[in-house]
C-alpha cells in the first residue's frame, strides 16, 4: 500500500510540476540512482548496480532532447550531459569508484544549483544573481 501511495503522489507532483520543478525531479531522481549505485557498488552487486546506472543515463539523455538549443546555455549543459552520460559508460567499464563519486558530486550541484533557480523566479523569492 505504502508504494502505491508513493506512485501517487508522485503521478500528481509531475503532473502539477513546471517545466523548471520537472527538471529538478529528474535531477534529484538522479541522485538518488546514483547514491543506490554507490551502495551496490560496495557491496560488490555490479549486475545490480548497472540498473540504477542506466537510469541516469536515461535521465541524462532525457534532459539533452529536452534543451533549447537557442540559447548558449544550453549548448554548455549539452556537453556537460554528455561528458557524464559517456563518464557513467566509462564507470560501468572501470569500476573506478572515484568517477562515480564526481558524478554524485555533478548531480548534488545540479540539484542546488536548479533550486536556487527556481526559488529566486517565485514571487518575493531571492532575485539577486551572483
Known sequence: MHYAQQQQYLKVQVGTASPGELTL???QEMVKSLLLAKK???QNQFEAMNEPLYKVRT???ELIVTLNMDYDISKNLRELYEFYYN???EFIIKK????LDDTVEFARDMV???A???QSLKPGGDQTYV
Open 25 to 27: 525531479l529528474l535531477y
Open 40 to 42: 551496490l557498488y560496495s
Open 59 to 61: 535521465i541524462l539523455n
Open 87 to 89: 563518464y557513467i559508460t
Open 96 to 99: 573506478d569508484e572515484t568517477m
Open 112 to 114: 542546488k544549483t536548479w
Open 116 to 118: 536556487q533557480a527556481i
